[in-house]
Every structure is written in structure tokens, then in C-alpha cells.
């Protein structure tokens, strides 16, 4: 059984900064792409920022560029995102995904924490 547990969000004001932190646990054998994702009320969840694991390739959206980091920690099995200069529009829950591979072979399959909530206002 694989398990995505989030934590780190809370209420920042605007410019400020917070980490969410992923943790995946369980039995499985290899890790693959590990991403966030966000959805705030109304609307659709939208990818914010992945990273590859075998090349540590890292994509982000355009409205996140230049603020958020996201990185990876495989002995740990942890993935982060550092989010600064926060902005209001940033308000969402935040999901943290992974494609896991169970055995030595065979298909990856994407797992999903239950999120965590990210406010940031005045």
C-alpha cells in the first residue's frame, strides 16, 4: 500500500513564503515523477510544478515561475515546494502526486495525497 501525506500549509500574508513538504510511504520500488498540484474554490485543479527523477528535470506553470521551487529528496522519498512571494491567487488546496512503480516491473501508477490547505490574505 502507497501512501501521499502533504503537510506545511497554512495563512501567510501576501509576499510571504511556505513549504509544503510530500512524504510517500509504503511498499513499492521505484518513484518516478513527483508533482504538485493546486484547486481553489471553482475551479479546475491545475498542475503547478513537477519534477522528473532519474534527470531531476523540473517544470513549472507560468504563473508560479520564479516564485515557487520544487525539489526532491529520494532517500528520504520526500518532495518539496517552496513557495515565496506569495499572492493571493495562490489561495488553494495543494496536492502532491506520485507515479509509483509497486514491483521491479511493470506500470507506474499515479497515487495522491488528500492536500493541504494553502490561505494567503492580509
Known amino acids: 500500500q502507497v501512501q501521499v501525506v502533504e503537510s506545511g500549509g497554512g495563512l501567510v500574508q501576501p509576499g510571504g513564503s511556505l513549504r509544503l513538504s510530500c512524504l510517500i510511504s509504503g511498499n513499492f520500488f521505484k518513484i518516478s515523477v513527483m508533482r504538485w498540484y493546486r484547486q481553489a474554490p471553482g475551479k479546475q485543479r491545475e498542475l503547478v510544478a513537477a519534477v522528473a527523477a532519474e534527470s531531476d528535470t523540473r517544470s513549472y506553470a507560468d504563473p508560479v515561475k520564479g516564485r515557487f521551487l520544487i525539489s526532491r529528496d529520494d532517500s528520504k522519498k520526500t518532495v518539496i515546494l517552496q513557495m515565496d512571494s506569495l499572492k493571493p491567487e495562490d489561495t488553494a488546496v495543494y496536492y502532491c502526486?506520485?507515479?509509483?512503480?509497486?514491483?521491479?516491473?511493470?506500470?507506474?501508477?499515479?497515487?495522491w495525497g488528500q492536500g493541504t490547505q494553502v490561505t494567503v490574505s492580509a
Open positions: 502526486s506520485a507515479d509509483v512503480r509497486e514491483r521491479q516491473t511493470g506500470p507506474f501508477y499515479k497515487y
